[in-house]
C-alpha cells in the first residue's frame, strides 16, 4: 500500500519510486511509450500546448510516431490501476473524515464528427444567458478534499460518460466503487466517521442516497432555488378512514410564506464571505413520480428524508452578489455543530475547480486532438497519474519561484504547477522502468498521389436513450 505518513524525504521518495513502478506495470502494451509520455507531460516547460511537441522533450526518447502509437494502440490495465490511485494516502476534512467530491467536467470535441460517443456539453459563456451546448466527452470525476483553502486534491476516479448513460446510475456505480476500494485499502474501519460524498446541482442527491445507503457514506448535494419539498405528514387521527398522507405541507423554497421556523439558525463570522447566517430544516423529502429514473422501481416509491439548508452571506470575492445557497443533507436531524460543518464542507467543493483548471490549462488534458474515445481514455488516466505524483512530490521539490510570485514558506504548500516546475530535477532519483527505444525505419506510409479508399464513418453527437419530454412527445402524437 502506498502512503506518505513519513515525513522524511527519503520515505517519500521511496513513495514515488514505488508509484511509478507499479504505474509501468499497469501499462499493458506500449508501455514505455505511453510511461514517457507521462514523463514529458511532468517535466516539459510551460503549460501543454499540444500532443505533438511532448515528443521533442528530453525525458520522451521517441518519435512521435511512437507517440501517437502508444494512445492509440497502447493499453491500461484500468481495474489495477484504480485500485493502486484507492491505495495512496487520502486526505482528511473536519472530524477525520474522507470528503469526495464528484462533478463532470468536458473534453470538448464540436469539429470532429468522425469521433464516436460524442454528447452535447453544457458550457458556461462570459454574460448572462450565454450558455451553450457545445459537442465533446463528458468525464465525470472523484476527488476526495483536503481540508482548508488549497489547489490540491487527490484524484480517485474518471469515468466518461456515454449516449446512452443514466448520469445519476453512472454516478452512483462510480461513487460505489470508490468507496468500497478505499474500505479494501483501510482507509475506513468501522467506528470511523461516515464518508460524506459532495455534488453540485446537477446531482439527484435523493436517489444518490437511495442507491447507495448500504454504504457508509452521507450526501451532500446543492439544490435549484425553485426546489418545493415536503414535510412529513401529519399524525393520523384516531378513526380516520381512506389512505394515510405519504406528504405533508410543503416548502416553497422561492416563497418565504410557506417556510416554517427552522429547526437552527447558526451565525459565524468568516473572512472571505461576511457574516454567514445557517438555517436548517429536519426531515424534508422531494415528492417523487414515476418518471425519469423512478420509471421502473418496483413497488411503492421510497420516502427518502434529508435536512434542508439555507446558507446566506454578506458578500462573495469580487463583485458578485450573494444569493441563497439550498443544500440537501441526507443525514436528518442535524445539530447546530452539523449544520455549520456541512456548509463549509461543500465550499471546500470548489476546490475541484482548481483541479479542472490546472489539468486543462497547465497538464492539457483536452489539448490533443484524438479520434477514439478509448485514446481519450487512455491519456486521461495517463494525466491522473501524472497529478499523483505531483501530489507525492509536493514535499520533496525545491521551490523554482519566479521573480515575481511570493515566497512559499510553510512545508508542502507548493501549488500544483509549482511542484511541476521542480519535478525535472528530482526525476533521476526516482524509477526509470521504460526501456531505451530500438531504431527502426518509418513505414512507407500512403503512396504518393493515392486516394483514401475507406473514410471514417460520421457520428452525430447526442443521447440515444429516450427523456421524459421525448416520450410525453411521442405519447401526444399517438393520441
Not at 381512506?242 to 406528504?247: A, F, I, P, S, T
Not at 519566479?402 to 512545508?411: N, Q
Amino acid at each position: 500500500m502506498i502512503s506518505v505518513h513519513d515525513d522524511r524525504p527519503s520515505g517519500q521518495l521511496g513513495d514515488l519510486v514505488r508509484f511509478r513502478q507499479v504505474f509501468y506495470s499497469c501499462l499493458d502494451a506500449r508501455a514505455d511509450a505511453q510511461f514517457e509520455l507521462a514523463d514529458a507531460v511532468l517535466c516539459v516547460d510551460g503549460p501543454v500546448t499540444s500532443l505533438v511537441e511532448l515528443s521533442l522533450a528530453a525525458e520522451h526518447r521517441r518519435g512521435h510516431g511512437g507517440l501517437y502509437d502508444g494512445l492509440n494502440k497502447g493499453r491500461v490495465d484500468i481495474g489495477r490501476f484504480r485500485g493502486v490511485v484507492a491505495s495512496q494516502q487520502i486526505p482528511r476534512c473536519y472530524d477525520d473524515r474522507i470528503v469526495l467530491s464528484i462533478d463532470v467536467s468536458n473534453w470538448l470535441r464540436p469539429d470532429a464528427v468522425t469521433s464516436p460517443d460524442r454528447l452535447f456539453c453544457h458550457t458556461y459563456g462570459r454574460g448572462k444567458g450565454q450558455a451553450q451546448m457545445i459537442p465533446g466527452w463528458p468525464y465525470s470525476f472523484v476527488v476526495a478534499l483536503e481540508q482548508g483553502r488549497t489547489s490540491w486534491t487527490a484524484i480517485l476516479d474518471a469515468q466518461r460518460l456515454g449516449p446512452g448513460d443514466d448520469d445519476t446510475a453512472v454516478a452512483a456505480a462510480q461513487l460505489r466503487g470508490v468507496v468500497e476500494r478505499l474500505i479494501t485499502a483501510g482507509h475506513w474501519r468501522e467506528g470511523d466517521p461516515q464518508i460524506c460524498i459532495v455534488g453540485d446541482s446537477g446531482y439527484d442527491g435523493p436517489r444518490l442516497a437511495f442507491l447507495l445507503a448500504d454504504l457508509p457514506v452521507r450526501l451532500l448535494v446543492r439544490m435549484r432555488s425553485d426546489r418545493v419539498l415536503a414535510f412529513p405528514p401529519p399524525p393520523r387521527v384516531e378513526g380516520a378512514v381512506g389512505r394515510r398522507k405519504r406528504h405533508g405541507t410543503g416548502m416553497d423554497f422561492k416563497d418565504p410564506a410557506t417556510w416554517p421556523e427552522p429547526a437552527r439558525t447558526t451565525t459565524t463570522e468568516t473572512s472571505r464571505y461576511g457574516t454567514a447566517v445557517a438555517r436548517s430544516w429536519d426531515r424534508l423529502h422531494p415528492k417523487l413520480t414515476r418518471r425519469s429514473g423512478w420509471s421502473d422501481h418496483d413497488g411503492e416509491l421510497p420516502i427518502i428524508e434529508g435536512t434542508v439548508i439555507r446558507l446566506q452571506v454578506d458578500r462573495l470575492p469580487g463583485d458578485g452578489t450573494p444569493t441563497p445557497l439550498w443544500l440537501w443533507f441526507s443525514d436528518t436531524p442535524a445539530t447546530a455543530a452539523q449544520v455549520d460543518q456541512v456548509w463549509q464542507m461543500f465550499l471546500r467543493r470548489f476546490d475541484i475547480e482548481h483541479t479542472f483548471r490546472f489539468l486543462k490549462h497547465t497538464l492539457g488534458w483536452t489539448k490533443p486532438r484524438l479520434r477514439t474515445p478509448e485514446a481519450a481514455d487512455r491519456w486521461t488516466w495517463l494525466i491522473i497519474a501524472v497529478h499523483i505524483q505531483l501530489r507525492l512530490a509536493r514535499h520533496l521539490v525545491e521551490d523554482q519561484r519566479r521573480p515575481w510570485e511570493k515566497r512559499v514558506t510553510e512545508p508542502g504548500r507548493l501549488t500544483p504547477a509549482r511542484v511541476r516546475r521542480g519535478f525535472r530535477n528530482i526525476r533521476p532519483e526516482t524509477a526509470l522502468p521504460a526501456s531505451a527505444p530500438k531504431p527502426s525505419r518509418p513505414g512507407p506510409g500512403r503512396p504518393p498521389g493515392s486516394r483514401n479508399t475507406q473514410p471514417a464513418p460520421r457520428h452525430n453527437p447526442g443521447k440515444t436513450i429516450k427523456t421524459d419530454k421525448a416520450v410525453t412527445k411521442k405519447n401526444k402524437q399517438a393520441t
